[in-house]
Every structure is written in structure tokens, then in C-alpha cells.
């Protein structure tokens, strides 16, 4: 019962997950968007003291039970786990001790960077990360093309149901990493079950720590136990250890497949008390030497876990004019000296210091202007960029649906008087002056009225007229970048702010 109960929640969970990463449209954020600020990093990042508060009292009472119902990564591995063949997947785990300086390496590693603003590699390892990207590179693409079959289909019946959405790779570097994490963790999780739970991720680490002071456990009733070894044959987490009768409750995901396969009916999830966490057979006595490491080791991680509370703490102060045939696409990003960061981001620093790089805000974005960073310094974390849209000033999505609170919430009048940078006048690709003709299509479409068309020559009003940007008025939409029509490089960009102001 309690088995069906985690996988039935654990579907529910990852289904509604993954689908806040593919609804183009955030119909779904509305009702589900909570999903994602549950999630144990993005609480923590963005210094939600309650729900991190509620993750590990949750911990303390019933153990990792996170890792097998809230956290995506960890249900995908469950899921390449129960594709296997049942021949092959019969009895390929067996118990390993626990690889506890990997565990702690990779969690001092973490912290590391967090506190250096490393920040792709703490994107990299952050598990709700890793799976939205995941999501966002891989799953949507294939969303997105049934979407567009439907509104093919749709129109041809004369409906307008749905409607079609452009698909296409919006980092390449972005992607790879999404593919090569997909091939990593189905790899280790066919191989050995929750190996990347229980040596890499820092959530497991953290999780797995305090699950050993968890008041419910699976328990093995060594007086009803017939040592057939079933249980720790199909451990994904490989924390059973039958010789002893032990189970490292550290590893343990309270995946209630024990409980399932024992047909002994030796193993319960009950209440454990402190002596019956040693009992063991008479013919297996207990060692003793284990116990100054194990000490050791917790004094370590609260030593870790110290730090990184006190270091999040720290840093939360802290040639066609209008209506012609201009290809979008084709046009080249310009080099901003500084980088454009959403509307409600503050500034540069605080979003990289803040963003995990799940692509959520990228996934939403109606007007395709989010997209991943190829920067070294912030690969993977999103940046505007204008050549298939703008940002519209009446646009919010990205700033509802952020976790970590890189993107801050605010309002449709908030939005357009936040100035995340100004535009910029390149005078040699100006149309107007390189071909002699008429334009104006950065005036006319500047939703806050912040440029303006004048005379180039001030002396003759019948002279060609040039853009004149108004800096104190701009607020970096981008759409003058967007409907320039000069190529490959609009004669008008936005250079971002490093922190943003107020208009």
C-alpha cells in the first residue's frame, strides 16, 4: 500500500513538473507553479525559509521521501529503472558501502562555488536544474511539434484550437549538456539504481544526512528474516546490507520497494528506536570501530551545512522597412559590453548569483527573447536577446514563474518603468544614412516614446532623418533592435544595465 501510494504521488509529481516546462503558453504555472518553488535548491536560493523548514522536518519524520515523490531527476531515474528488461533487471543491485568522501567532496565542491559565484557548475549539479533543462532542450521540442501537427490539423477543419509555435535550438551548448546529463543518468541509473542520488547530488547529501535521525524507517525484523537477500538485490539506492541486517538510512529513499519484495514480511516502515538500529543476528556481531568515523563525518557536513546557510544568508542582501520581407532569423547578435537581464532580476550580479539555470523562464517566454547564455562566466543561465521578438512592456511570465527568486515578481506597471538598459545607435548600419532612404521603424514601434526621428543635418529640415534616443526614457525592451531592418546587424541595439533603475 504505502508502495502504490509513493508511486502514484511520484507520477502525479513528475508528470505536472514537466509539463510546467513544456505549456508554452503558462495556463499550468497558475495552478502548479508552487511545484517548482518546492524544490529543495530553489527554496534555498531563493531563502524561502519555510518551505526548506518543512523539507526537513518532513525528512526528519519520514526520510527521503523527497527524492522518491517531489524531486523530477529522481523519479526519471526510477522511470529508466522500470524500463529495463525484468530478466536483466531481476537482481542487478547488491549492497555497496556507502562512498561517503565522494559524497562530501562533491557537497564542499558545491558550496565552493556557490560562494565564489561559480555559477555553472552549481547549475550543473542542481538536480531540479539538470532535469529542466532536460525538459526545456529535449521534451519540448517534441511537444512542441505535436502542438503544431494538432494546429495543422485544427486550421485545415477550420478551428482555431491551437495555434503554431516556432521550434527551434535556442543554445547549442545548452543542449549538449542536457543531452550528455540524460545519457549520464540513465547510464548510472540502469547500471546501479540512485547512484547519482547518493554520490553527486547535494540535495541527496544534505537529505541523506538528516534522514539518518528520521523517526520513520524501514526496519528489518531479524527474527522473521530467512536471509534469501531479496531485499537488497532490487535496493535501487544499494543501502541494504543483508549480512548485518542493517540499512544505511543515509542512501535509503524511502522507495517502499523493500516492504514490497519481502515476502517474509521481515521488513516494515515503523517507528525505529535507537537500540534496534544495531540488532543483529548473534552469528553477525556488530563492529564498533565504525563509530569515530561515522561521528566524524557528521561533524563535517554540519560544519558544510553551516556555511552554505550563512553564505545564502549573506548574499540575499546583497533592406526592408515596416511590413516588408525581412528575415529575423538571419540577423547576428550584437556584443554587449554588458549582458540584458528580465525585468525584476535587480542586476546582473544578483541574477547570477541567484539563477540555477533551469530554463523555466525560458520555456515560458511568449516572445522568444529569453534564451541560455554561451558565455563561459554564465553558460546556461538565460539572457535576452532580440532577434525573434521583444519584451513586451504588458509581459510578466518570466518574473511568475521563477523559483529561486533570481526574477523577482512584479507587475505590468512595475514592468514599464524598470530600465534594464538603453538602446544604441550604430550610424554606419542605419539604413537611413547607408541607402539614403526613409525608415523610422525604431521610433514608431518604441513603445515609452524614447526615440525619436530628426533631421541629420540641423540646418536643413528636408534632410534625412536619423534616431535620436532618449536614454532617461528607454527601458531596453529591444523592440527598435528587433524591427531594425538593417542586416546582419541592426543599426540599433540594446547594451545592458549592471543594475537596473527606475524610469
Same mark, same amino acid.
Given at each position: 500500500m504505502l508502495r502504490t501510494i509513493r508511486i502514484t504521488l511520484a507520477v502525479i509529481s513528475f508528470i505536472l513538473i514537466t509539463l510546467l516546462f513544456l505549456d508554452f503558453t503558462g495556463t499550468l504555472h497558475a495552478y502548479f507553479g508552487w511545484l517548482a518553488k518546492i524544490q529543495f535548491i530553489p527554496a534555498l536560493f531563493a531563502l524561502n525559509v519555510g518551505i526548506v523548514l518543512a523539507l526537513v522536518v518532513v525528512t526528519l519524520l519520514c526520510g527521503r521521501i523527497y527524492c522518491s515523490i517531489v524531486c523530477p531527476l529522481g523519479i526519471m531515474q526510477d522511470i529508466f529503472g522500470a524500463f529495463t528488461k525484468k530478466r536483466?533487471?531481476? =537482481?542487478?543491485? =547488491?549492497?555497496?558501502?556507502?562512498r561517503n568522501l565522494l559524497r562530501y567532496i562533491v557537497l564542499a565542491l558545491f558550496i565552493i562555488a556557490f560562494i565564489a559565484g561559480i555559477a555553472p557548475f552549481v547549475a550543473l549539479i542542481s538536480p531540479y536544474s539538470a532535469y529542466g533543462r532536460i525538459a526545456s532542450n529535449l521534451l519540448a521540442p517534441l511537444y512542441?511539434?505535436?502542438?503544431?501537427?494538432f494546429a495543422h490539423l485544427a486550421e485545415r477543419a477550420d478551428s482555431y484550437m491551437f495555434y503554431e509555435t516556432d521550434v527551434w535550438l535556442k543554445s547549442l551548448p545548452t543542449f549538449i549538456i542536457a543531452v550528455v546529463t540524460?545519457?549520464?543518468?540513465?547510464?548510472?541509473?540502469?547500471?546501479?539504481?540512485?547512484?547519482?542520488?547518493?554520490?553527486?547530488?547535494?540535495?541527496?547529501?544534505?537529505?541523506?544526512?538528516?534522514?539518518r535521525f528520521s523517526l520513520l524507517k524501514p526496519a528489518i525484523d531479524t527474527s522473521k528474516c530467512n536471509g534469501c537477500k531479496t531485499c537488497a538485490r532490487k535496493c535501487k539506492a544499494a543501502c541494504i546490507n543483508p549480512e548485518a541486517h542493517e540499512i544505511d538510512?543515509?542512501?535509503?529513499? /524511502?522507495?517502499?520497494?523493500?516492504?514490497?519484495?519481502?515476502?517474509?514480511?521481515?521488513?516494515?516502515?515503523?517507528?525505529?528506536?535507537?537500540?534496534?538500529? =544495531?540488532?543483529?543476528?548473534?552469528?553477525?556481531?556488530?563492529?564498533? /570501530?565504525?563509530?569515530?568515523?561515522?561521528?566524524a563525518a557528521r561533524r563535517s557536513f554540519l560544519t558544510l551545512s553551516a556555511a552554505v546557510a550563512a553564505t545564502a544568508a549573506l548574499k540575499a542582501q546583497e533592406d526592408a522597412l515596416e511590413g516588408g520581407l525581412a528575415t529575423i532569423e538571419e540577423k547576428k547578435i550584437p556584443k554587449r559590453a554588458t549582458p540584458v537581464t528580465p525585468p525584476g532580476s535587480v542586476s546582473a550580479r544578483n541574477f547570477a548569483r541567484h539563477c540555477t539555470a533551469c530554463q523555466l523562464c525560458v520555456s515560458v517566454c511568449p516572445n522568444q527573447v529569453l534564451r541560455p547564455s554561451t558565455d563561459l562566466a554564465r553558460l546556461m543561465q538565460p539572457e535576452m536577446s532580440y532577434e525573434r521578438?521583444?519584451?513586451?512592456?504588458?509581459?510578466?511570465?518570466?518574473?511568475?514563474?521563477c523559483p529561486t527568486g533570481a526574477i523577482r515578481k512584479i507587475d505590468r506597471a512595475e514592468k514599464s518603468s524598470i530600465q534594464i538598459g538603453h538602446a544604441v545607435w550604430i550610424k554606419d548600419n542605419c539604413v537611413c544614412i547607408t541607402k539614403g532612404v526613409k525608415c523610422g521603424n525604431c521610433a514608431r514601434h518604441c513603445p515609452t516614446g524614447a526615440i525619436q526621428m530628426v533631421p541629420s543635418n540641423p540646418h536643413d529640415e528636408e534632410s534625412i532623418r536619423i534616431p535620436v534616443v532618449n536614454t532617461e526614457r528607454c527601458i531596453g525592451c529591444g523592440a527598435c533592435e528587433n524591427l531594425c531592418p538593417a542586416h546582419p546587424f541592426s543599426a540599433i541595439y540594446v547594451e545592458g544595465h549592471e543594475a537596473h533603475r527606475t524610469v
Open positions: 536483466r533487471s531481476r =537482481h542487478r543491485f =547488491h549492497y555497496t558501502p556507502a512542441q511539434w505535436g502542438n503544431n501537427l540524460l545519457v549520464v543518468i540513465a547510464f548510472l541509473a540502469l547500471r546501479g539504481g540512485r547512484t547519482y542520488c547518493n554520490t553527486i547530488c547535494p540535495v541527496g547529501t544534505v537529505l541523506g544526512f538528516l534522514s538510512y543515509s542512501r535509503c529513499v /524511502a522507495c517502499m520497494d523493500c516492504l514490497n519484495d519481502c515476502r517474509q514480511g521481515a521488513i516494515s516502515y515503523t517507528i525505529r528506536k535507537k537500540a534496534a538500529v =544495531h540488532a543483529a543476528p548473534a552469528s553477525t556481531p556488530m563492529p564498533t /570501530a565504525t563509530t569515530k568515523p561515522a561521528d521578438g521583444y519584451c513586451r512592456p504588458e509581459c510578466t511570465r518570466c518574473s511568475q514563474v
